[in-house]
């Protein structure tokens, strides 16, 4: 039980942290840092590169980091991908279908076809007038 105990403690400490770390980060806390330029060169390598990184610790922290959004980004980026392959599939199905119609009204294969058909005709009229 104490071990429990212990561990639910860290864990709430650890969340703690985070939390502190990731609002001050937030809230501006790297400007301070804005102040001290004129001491060294290093400072404001670190205010450039802190503040030009904001977006992607929002993004880490926003979306990455927390469940609920993981969670459904990836059930957004699955559904797009069932989505993209039912078009595909749908896509691939009525290009074989055009080159089919294509093909089949080609004048060349329409002229077959009419010979095809006439010529049942004229078999079927004249074993009909022979009986």
């Not at 860290?10 to 703690?16: L, N």
């Not at 501006?28 to 030009?52: E, I, K, P």
């Not at 609920?68 to 980004?73: C, L, N, Y």
């Amino acid at each position: 039980m104490h071990a429990k105990q212990s561990r639910d403690r860290w864990f709430q400490v650890r969340r703690w942290l985070l939390n502190f770390v990731v609002l001050s980060y937030l809230l501006g806390t790297t400007w301070a840092l804005g102040y001290f330029n004129n001491l060294h060169v290093t400072f404001q390598y670190l205010f450039v590169c802190l503040n030009a990184s904001t977006g992607i610790f929002v993004l880490m922290y926003g979306v990455l980091l927390n469940k609920k959004t993981r969670e459904a980004s990836i059930q957004a980026i699955r559904s797009r991908e069932m989505t993209t392959k039912f078009t595909k599939t749908s896509a691939t199905s009525a290009t074989e279908a055009s080159k089919k119609l294509s093909l089949a009204l080609q004048p060349s294969v329409l002229a077959a076809k009419m010979r095809k058909q006439s010529s049942r005709k004229s078999q079927s009229g004249t074993s009909h007038c022979q009986n």
